[in-house]
Nanobody, 128 residues
Framework: QLQLVESGGGLVQPGGSLRLSCVASGVAPDYDLIGWFRQTPGKEREGVACIKVPGGNTNYADSVKGRFTISRDSAKNAVYLQMNSLKPEDTGVYYC?????????????????????WGQGTQVTVSS
């Protein structure tokens, strides 16, 4: 049984930084991408970043380009999201997820429907 566990969320002031971690354990289904998503009450889950496995190609939502960086440590079965220059609109619950392997890694999707294995989420609050 696959488990994805996110950590690293918290309260940070605008302009600050946080580093989120997602550690996987157990048996994973076939997948090509690991993604980070976020959700706020009343809004749909939004794709933030994804990374191709293997290969390392990345894709980012326009709203976070230049501020967020996704990376992976295969030895630790971990994926990270370094978030810099945080803004209040970055507030939300952040989830990591594995995709369903629909595109063979040819399409770096940020659509939540393309992802099938999810963690429980970690809260990020950006506020002064």
């Amino acid at each position: 049984q696959l488990q994805l566990v996110e950590s690293g969320g918290g309260l940070v002031q605008p302009g600050g930084s946080l580093r989120l971690s997602c550690v996987a354990s157990g048996v994973a289904p076939d997948y090509d991408l690991i993604g980070w998503f976020r959700q706020t009450p009343g809004k749909e889950r939004e794709g933030v970043a994804c990374i191709k496995v293997p290969g390392g190609n990345t894709n980012y939502a326009d709203s976070v380009k230049g501020r967020f960086t996704i990376s992976r440590d295969s030895a630790k079965n971990a994926v990270y999201l370094q978030m810099n220059s945080l803004k209040p609109e970055d507030t939300g619950v952040y989830y990591c997820a594995l995709d369903r392997g629909l595109y063979g890694g040819l399409y770096l999707s940020l659509h939540s429907d393309d992802f099938g294995s999810w963690g429980q989420g970690t809260q990020v609050t950006v506020s002064s």
